[in-house]
């Protein structure tokens, strides 16, 4: 039974990398090389960006990035040595990981993954993660996921909804 559900699990898994062009090349980039992973995962994000910014409208960046940005900083998700500039990449990567998985479900089987990454790239700081600290990260990343993935139903969507109002309405700048 184990061995069947194991074999299961390999094709889920299999199937979100295959509908997430952005994820492989996150998990599966050659970290030696970090300017041709990086250069990789910006023409990755590219269309996303475009995608979020016909859906969110011009000023997603800041009425979506930034106070997420700001709810992880508080929660002291991210290593403290890592730049604004690197935070906010990461939120990007992971919301549009999520956006092109589509799925909820789908999300919560590659959290491990994505948080084992995050440490790899030095986005949290692996060695300080505790019992209570480990499960706030994976509450961050399937949070950001699950984002991603509410930003996809909205595709298509030509009334904007209540949520949407209420950011535009802060006037972030």
Same mark, same amino acid.
């Given at each position: 039974?184990?061995?069947? @559900?194991?074999? %299961? ?25 970090? $300017? ?6 910006? @023409?990755?994000? %590219? ?65 491990? %993954? ?5 440490? %790899? ?12 600290s480990a499960g706030k990260v ?32 802060? $006037?972030?700048?």
């Open positions: 039974m184990l061995p069947n @559900s194991d074999v %299961e699990h390999d094709k889920r898994i299999e199937a979100i990398f295959s509908s997430s062009p952005l994820l492989t090349t996150f998990i599966n980039g050659d970290l030696r090389d970090l $300017d041709t992973w990086q250069r990789n995962m910006q @023409s990755r994000m %590219e269309p996303i960006r475009e995608s979020f910014e016909e859906i969110l409208g011009p000023r997603w960046q800041q009425t979506t990035i930034i106070p997420l940005l700001i709810t992880l900083a508080s929660m002291k998700i991210f290593d403290q040595s890592l730049s604004f500039e690197m935070q906010h990449g990461i939120i990007n990567i992971v919301l549009g990981i999520g956006f092109q998985v589509g799925d909820i479900e789908a999300c919560r089987e590659i959290v491990k %993954e994505l948080c084992v990454r995050l440490g %790899e790239v030095n986005a949290i700081d692996l060695k300080f993660i505790n019992k209570f994976v509450d961050a990343v399937t949070g950001l996921l699950g984002s991603g993935v509410y930003i996809r139903q909205l595709q298509g969507n030509d009334t904007p909804d209540s949520f949407m109002d209420f950011i535009d309405g802060l $006037d972030i700048q």
